[in-house]
């Protein structure tokens, strides 16, 4: 950086922080972020702005909008399953300390019930079904070769196993009367 630009800096950065504080208060954009963005402009710009002041003003206002317009389509990847208040915009059951350990016991115990059943179900059921549940995730050709069944087959086999599967653990979890309410 020159020493122009460092100049700038010296005497342009509490007006920016200024700047982008007043631009952001209650956006959910972090100020930091609309600093370093309006920075990164002014170096991109590769000389001292006639007006440093007033170049500084409509960069934050413009990076402000940007930063807005990109808050408002991005949405954050939540890969945990979601309670209904938090999808809501709700603050749901689910802390970060409390609801997390639940929802891994309650998720263990739905993959035991699910492995319980595999285990029972009838004939080459229950190899065919791990080989789907695999984390391999392996293609319909390579089950076919572990399992020395023709890639055609796999299909309507599965289509069997997974019926037979419907049904025990229909069995299991007793289906609610017409009208909704539980035996």
């Known amino acids: 950086m020159d020493l122009l630009k460092a100049d700038l800096f010296d005497t342009l950065g509490p007006l920016l922080s200024a700047e982008a504080a007043a631009e952001t208060a209650g956006t959910g954009v972090d100020a930091a972020d609309l600093e370093q963005a309006v920075w990164v402009r002014l170096l991109e710009h590769r000389r001292t702005p006639a007006e440093p002041v007033a170049w500084l003003r409509r960069a934050v206002r413009a990076e402000a909008r940007l930063a807005r317009r990109r808050a408002k389509r ?14 809501q915009g ?24 699910l492995r319980s059943a595999v285990a029972r ?41 997974l019926g037979c599967l419907r049904r025990m653990l229909a069995a299991k979890v007793e289906a609610p009367d017409l009208r909704g309410m539980e035996r």
């Open 74 to 87: 991005e949405v954050p990847y939540d890969h945990r399953h979601r309670s209904a208040g938090d999808e």
């Open 90 to 113: 709700g603050t749901g059951a689910r802390t970060s300390a409390g609801g997390e350990p639940e929802d891994a016991l309650l998720h263990g115990e739905d993959n035991r019930a």
């Open 121 to 161: 179900l009838p004939g080459r059921c229950p190899e065919l079904m791990k080989a789907f549940l695999s984390p391999r995730d392996l293609t319909y050709r390579e089950i076919a070769g572990e399992l020395g069944i023709s890639q055609g087959s796999l299909g309507p086999v599965r289509s069997r196993c």
